[in-house]
């Protein structure tokens, strides 16, 4: 077990960032210090919400660009019902966005279930669509950290054993992730109909079902974050995460998600997270533009994606040549 692990895919993710760490640390000894490691992690929280929930949808064979644009509406939904209802929980304001993430999703997964349209076709248009509602909604106005309710700003900031909430959410979502994955059928499932639809369907898997499915959980989750994100950074607007669907895709093909369905894990879609995270925060501690950034996320994706092929078709040849054997 030891030596497969050796040779995985999460594992030279660990060794790379163990490199960027180190090689950093040489000019900035305090880069590796755990403190600043909270920190990194806590910026890259809603990267690897984002990327687990990507991950599911990748593993059924399709993709979702409306990720961020979903993340956005929500966010500026529950900002504006907190500014007409300040007093309204947190907990009503999380069901509200998880619950209209969930919504979003769920027309995603209408479209390309019932009509059977590609999924990138679809989400390139929701993503559109779910921008041009924000400015309705919004009227294009900001709104701003006077206009929230201190509850409404505090609570991804609180700290709870030393990290804050943000930190533990997404904590919470790994271990989620993992169980679903893992240990349900629904998560059997979503590689099922990623490795073959075809041989799913004979095993009593229902893969338009399934697909749905997949697209709900990661819409649920951008609505999480979208809540996460407009609290957090006091703020929303129109252009929220304007871009970031690259950077979650970018995350979990790094971390061995096959673009290509039913190949991947939980830690990989972390890792590849973490990785993009500690790229971005140490950018600037060794002078160099963050706007580097989305150059750096697309060469990862194109350089990740020819490994992730490579790696497949050795895997190939090696059945072929066994069959060969036995013949």
Known sequence: MITQFI?????????????????????FPDFAAPANAANIFNDTSILIMLALGQMVVI????????????????????????????????????????????????????LVWKLDIPPIVVTLGTLTIFRGIIFLISNGEWINAHEMSASFKAFPRFELLGLPVLSWMAVLTVIVFAIIVIRTPLGRAFYA???????????????????????????????????????????????????????????????????????????????GALFLGIIKNALPVINISP????????????????????????????????AEQTT
């Not at 939904?77 to 993430?101: C, F, H, M």
């Open 7 to 27: 040779k995985s895919r999460e594992a030279l993710l660990l060794l790379a960032i163990a490199i960027v760490i180190a090689l950093v640390s040489t000019r």
């Open 291 to 322: 706007f580097w950034q989305l150059a750096i996320s697309g060469s990862a994706i194109i350089i990740a994606v020819a490994v992730n092929a490579r790696s497949e078709s050795k895997k190939g040849r090696v059945i072929l040549k066994k």
């Open 59 to 110: 593993l059924t064979r399709c993709i979702d660009l409306s990720v961020a644009s979903n993340l956005a509406l929500s966010g500026m939904v529950v900002a504006l019902i907190n500014s007409i209802v300040p007093g309204l929980p947190v907990p009503i304001l999380l069901i509200i966005a998880i619950s209209l993430g969930m919504i979003m999703g769920a027309c995603n997964g209408i």
């Open 193 to 271: 109909v990623g490795g073959n639809p075809h041989a799913a369907v004979y095993t009593g898997i229902d893969v338009g079902f399934t697909r749905f499915m997949a697209f709900v959980i990661a819409g649920g989750v951008s609505g999480l974050c979208g809540y996460l994100w407009v609290s957090r950074y006091a703020v929303a607007y129109v252009d929220i995460a304007g871009g970031f669907e690259l950077e979650v895709i970018a995350a979990c093909v790094i971390g061995g998600i096959s673009i290509a369905g039913g190949i991947g894990s939980v830690g990989g879609a972390v890792l």
